[in-house]
């Protein structure tokens, strides 16, 4: 059996076909890419999810604990999320569908 580790985020990726379509296996591929780049793949959990009910939305991602969900999610934008949010702590605006930690939907 594997230990838990500690982790700083888990990042949910839609997997659904209407993601993929969209360019999101190209999306996840990116984000994971900059997380091992920027060391933090030991910190944050990726995991593909069967789908997050945002089809219309997509590729679609949602970043916990903080509950931040993110829509059209590009390769530029999975980056950002690396950097923006799971760097530095504040969310990628200009993508963001809903913030659990204040409420807010877009």
Do not use: F
Request: charged share 35%; aromatic share 2%; with cysteine.
């Amino acid at each position: 059996m594997s230990k838990l580790r500690k982790l700083s985020a888990h990042v949910l990726v839609c997997n659904h076909i209407t993601c993929l379509r969209r360019g999101g296996k190209a999306s996840a591929k990116t984000l994971k890419r900059a997380l091992k780049d920027r060391d933090l793949s030991a910190q944050v959990l990726v995991t593909k999810v069967k789908c997050l009910d945002q089809c219309g939305r997509g590729p679609v991602m949602v970043v916990y604990p903080d509950g931040v969900w993110y829509g059209g999610v590009d390769e530029e934008t999975a980056r950002a999320i690396v950097r923006e949010h799971l760097e530095e702590g504040h969310a990628v605006e200009k993508r963001v569908l809903h913030d659990m930690r204040d409420g807010e939907k877009k």
